[in-house]
């Protein structure tokens, strides 16, 4: 049995005693049972700055449309396929935690321009073009995308100047910051 957004903010303010439209932080994680839709509940959390759902079982990314103030959001470990729905939280959206989730391509990621963290560790990312993209996103300055498939066959080292070939405005790459050296081998590789 699973649930949507709706009843778990129902269940959330009667265990807070408190309203959700004008909490700031609403953490849905490890619901139980678990949520599986982010549906029309969510409109009224138009304080929200922060919203975590992570650890539930929600497969697409949806009804952002209010959440005007929203700068983190937290949906790691879950099933989600594609980075979809982010258009109405573009504008506001600095933090996006997406680890563990089923993520090939990271298109619909463009329209977040203030975006400066993005954890997509352990998805499903094997194409370089798809890093590429992240190109675009000039705020961006902390990565973490580790347990990727693109990662096979590298060392740790190895892959640091092939992410930031890719992205030279990344600061801080899987949890390290990037050296000068990195940057100077980085610069190496290209033709």
Known sequence: MAIGCAKAIQDWEAKKSARASEATEIRLCAWNPPINKMDQGLNQLTSCTKLSLSTNSIDKIMNLSNLKNLKILSLGRNIIRKITGLDEVGATLEQLWISYNLIEKLDGIQS????????????????????????????????????????????????????????????????????????????????
């Open 112 to 191: 977040c321009v203030r975006l400066n963290t993005l954890f997509i560790s352990n998805n499903k990312i094997k194409n370089w073009e798809e890093i590429s993209r992240l190109n675009q996103l000039g705020s961006l300055k902390n990565l973490l995308l580790a347990g990727n498939p693109i990662y096979e066959g590298y060392t740790k080292e190895d892959v640091k100047p092939q992410v930031i070939r890719r992205c030279g405005q990344i600061d801080v790459l899987d949890g390290t910051i990037v050296s000068d050296q990195v940057r100077k081998l980085a610069e190496e590789m290209k033709d």
